[in-house]
């Protein structure tokens, strides 16, 4: 994998200046080895079938499937307003929290739909985790009591003895175990952002999701700290499915198996074309991802 451009997504004006060209995100992405769908022992990961979303009267999103197989790591890009915070939030009933919003469609989680009348959405959130674009730890809560905050609220059984154990394997797994081990007893809110948002992933970890959705999650972050969660991401995906948004290009060629582009061209977002990251970022079958990609509008 190529970390040699690192372009922190929260800086768009940076962003725009230093756009890459086609050619070198294709290298970016065609640099990483890319996962076959299948090979990793953990279920047969999520699907989303015929989404679409309102808020009101106003279709958002229409129709959208998409794969994501266990074990992968997949980049939803797209311009601003093309719907992917929303459809990211379908994908673990966030969506119905908004007054308003409705649903249509099916999320397949190991080919259970999670929208069946008899599923517990409690249970749902927890299989399916969520970080979000602005770390939000509990800031007066201790590091350790942050990690352990999920299995908390969920009332998941973790007897005392094993706690401690849990909280320094999440840490490690969020890669942020080795600047935090002496100080667990700190506030969350003691912590840089990157720092935060790397133990909102720790917190995530904790109650053992089989996907992870990360909204934009760097964009409130320098390029150091970015690169981290990089890392930790490329980490996890041999342990987990990961859907990113972001605003990113280079992020998406540097982290993501597979990348989905989503347009809203006046009317509700669509899915204009999913494929292997390597393939949208050199030969997209569809001219307006060639657009996109190639930093012609968004
Ligand atoms: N809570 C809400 N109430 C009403 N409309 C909403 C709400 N959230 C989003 N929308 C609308 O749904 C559409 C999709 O918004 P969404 O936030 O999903 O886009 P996005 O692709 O994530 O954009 P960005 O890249 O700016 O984050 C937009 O037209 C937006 O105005
Ligand atoms: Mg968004």
């Known amino acids: 994998m190529t970390h040699s451009q690192n372009n922190g997504s929260g ?51 229409r129709d959208i499937s998409l794969d994501f197989s266990a074990g992968t790591v997949t980049a939803l890009i797209g311009p601003s307003g093309c ?62 009591e942050n990690v352990l905050s999920g299995i908390k609220l969920a009332q998941l059984d973790v007897p005392k003895s094993e706690r401690d154990d849990l909280v320094q394997d999440c840490l490690e797994r969020a890669g942020l175990w080795n ?24 917190r995530a970890l904790a109650v053992k999701p089989k996907v992870l959705l990360m909204d934009e999650p760097c964009s409130a972050l320098d390029p150091g700290s970015t ?10 995906s041999s342990s987990m499915t990961i859907i990113i948004v972001t605003h990113n290009m280079q992020q998406a060629a540097r982290v993501s198996d597979y990348t989905a582009f989503f ?23 569809d001219q307006r991802t060639e657009n996109y990609v190639s930093g012609r509008f968004g």
């Open 11 to 61: 800086d768009k004006e940076m962003e725009t200046k230093t756009r890459p060209t086609p050619n070198s995100l294709a290298s970016v992405a065609s640099g990483r080895a890319q996962k076959q769908p299948g090979t990793a022992p953990l279920g047969s990961g999520l699907e989303a079938r015929g989404v679409h979303a309102w808020f009101g009267s106003h279709l958002a999103l």
């Open 83 to 144: 719907g992917k915070s929303t459809f990211i939030r379908t994908l673990n009933r966030m969506h119905e929290f908004i007054p308003t919003a409705a649903f249509a469609g099916q999320v397949l989680l190991d080919n259970k739909d999670i929208y069946e009348a008899s599923v517990d959405v409690t249970k749902i959130r927890l299989q399916i985790g969520m970080v979000f674009q602005k770390p939000n730890p509990f800031p007066s809560m201790t590091i350790g």
């Open 179 to 202: 600047e935090v081990k002496d100080r667990l007893d700190a506030h969350g809110g003691s912590l840089s952002g990157g720092q935060q948002q790397r133990l909102c992933i720790a």
């Open 227 to 236: 690169l981290r969660i990089e890392e930790t991401i490329n980490q996890l």
């Open 263 to 285: 347009l809203s061209d006046g009317g509700p977002g669509e899915l204009i074309e999913v494929g292997p990251t390597s393939e949208i970022f050199t030969k997209p079958r």
